[in-house]
């Protein structure tokens, strides 16, 4: 995982960008979905992480949850990282699709 870290500051420095097995990561786990807190108070931003591989970030506000692709407000997290997810395979799926009739 990717750290900031100068060798001449010593200890003072932050890891950045925590994986989701990292002991101080803060996680919201959702069936089929880990979201890994990144920054932000409000919204807080969450890294979604489906199996090993990072789809994007959603966005908790106080009253509702946004995600990367959309302008849609979603009641819960795991509606916005499901809609992240399918924009993602609908987005591959036209790509290779594109592909293939190039």
């Known amino acids: 995982m990717s750290f900031v870290q100068d060798p001449d500051w010593g ?7 925590l994986s989701p097995t990292h002991p101080n990561a803060e996680l919201v786990e959702i ?11 409000c919204p807080k931003i969450y890294r979604v992480y ?3 591989s990072m789809l994007g970030l959603v966005f908790q506000h106080i009253t ?3 995600n990367e692709v959309d302008a849609n407000q979603y009641a819960k997290p795991l509606n916005a990282a499901v809609a992240l997810d399918n924009f993602l395979l609908v987005a591959s799926m036209a790509k ?5 009739a190039a």
Request: hydrophobic fraction near 30%; aromatic fraction near 14%.
């Open 64 to 66: 509702y949850w946004t």
């Open 11 to 17: 200890d003072c420095c932050e890891p950045i960008l």
């Open 31 to 41: 069936p089929g979905y880990t979201l890994v807190y990144c920054n932000g108070v």
């Open 96 to 100: 290779a699709t594109n592909n293939i």
């Open 50 to 52: 489906k199996g090993e």
